[in-house]
């Protein structure tokens, strides 16, 4: 039996991972620990688990591993006190809100012998895993340019702290794509050009809640990236993830989410999109409970956690200097 337990279910793909772990044949939600007592009774209910008021509690039962779902400023405190006491730590995504804390958790995994696997589910979705195949068979030869899109809804809650978030849509929305990208082409991004734009969706919000941004990767292709909290409450479903691509030999766009029915129904307010086929957060915690069986290292690693936060980061600099900045940044 594999056990695992969760440390904070503030993220809102706590639920869907509790979910996915459920499903899976030889694996125990050992427990629930939160700071929000109400929350995480609530949670441990739902899915016929423990509470546990105390992170130390929850890691003294001999855990095989921990999904980490906290707010984004506690993914380091979080993790360093796992380490310790586990050897398996699926961390959600931004790995951190500054680069310098990243680091330390890589570090720190590194230091006590703890594999630290960061939460990019959208590497799992069919199609994306097809364009990477695709990109690796160099099937469309020299690769020109790149048109990306990451919208979601305004989460709100902790999302719209500065210190518990590290920032609003760039941050949420940059990480995911910017991984994609350095996966399919081994290629890391040299140079962001970024403008954000703060309550230009959502009045009084107090944090950005949209972002383009223009960027080089270390391959010679142009890319682009439209990062916002664009979605209405009534839209369908959460959000997009969209990537063209232009090459020598063609051109090719992928929607990643477009596995769904469209559902109009009198019993529902608005239209709803019904997924069907593939669940990326099952196979990234199928992903993180094979490397547990297995022994073998991460398939998403702290440091490619680390590269694209240092994206989502560059990208505000550059909003605020209003220049182009190269990556790596100093430290």
Not at 32 to 46: S, V
Request: charged share 20%; hydrophobic share 40%.
């Amino acid at each position: 039996m594999t056990r695992i337990g969760m440390l904070s279910v503030a993220h809102g793909h706590a639920g869907s991972y509790a979910a996915c772990l459920a499903r899976m044949d030889g694996v125990e939600l050992v427990g629930i620990a939160d700071e929000d007592a109400a929350r995480g009774q609530a949670f441990a209910e739902r899915f016929g688990t423990r509470f546990f008021a105390d992170d130390e509690a929850l890691l003294g039962e001999g855990l095989d591993g921990v999904v980490i779902c906290s707010e984004n400023s506690r993914h380091r405190p979080l993790v360093e006190l796992a380490s310790s006491r586990t050897r398996h730590i699926l961390c959600e995504k931004p790995i951190a809100t500054t680069v310098e804390d990243a680091q330390a958790m890589i570090d720190q995994c590194a230091a006590a012998g703890a594999k630290l696997q960061i939460a990019f589910p959208v590497r799992f979705v069919p199609s994306i895993m097809s364009l990477k195949q695709m990109m690796e068979q160099q099937a469309l030869g020299r690769v020109y340019s790149l048109k990306t899109t990451n919208h979601g809804r305004m989460p709100g809650g902790w999302f719209v702290d500065k210190a518990r978030s590290g920032g609003g849509a760039v941050i949420d929305h940059t990480v995911h794509v910017i991984d994609l990208l350095r996966w399919f082409f081994g290629a890391e991004v040299t140079e962001v050009y970024a403008e954000v734009g703060t309550d230009l969706l959502h009045p009084n919000l107090g944090i950005d809640d949209a972002g383009l941004l223009s960027f080089t990767l270390s391959n010679g292709a142009y890319g682009t990236l439209d990062t916002s909290w664009s979605r209405p409450k009534a839209f369908p479903t959460g959000g997009d993830v969209t990537i063209e691509v232009v090459g020598e030999r063609g051109w090719i766009r992928l929607d990643a989410f477009k596995q769904q029915f469209a559902v109009y129904s009198n019993q529902s307010d608005r239209a709803q999109w019904v997924g069907w086929g593939s669940n990326m957060d099952q196979g990234l915690v199928s992903d993180f409970i094979e490397m547990i069986r297995l022994g073998r290292e991460p398939s998403i690693t702290g440091l490619d956690g680390l590269r694209a936060l240092e994206v989502a980061l560059a990208a505000y600099r550059s909003a605020e200097t209003g220049a182009p900045v190269s990556l790596p940044m100093p430290r």
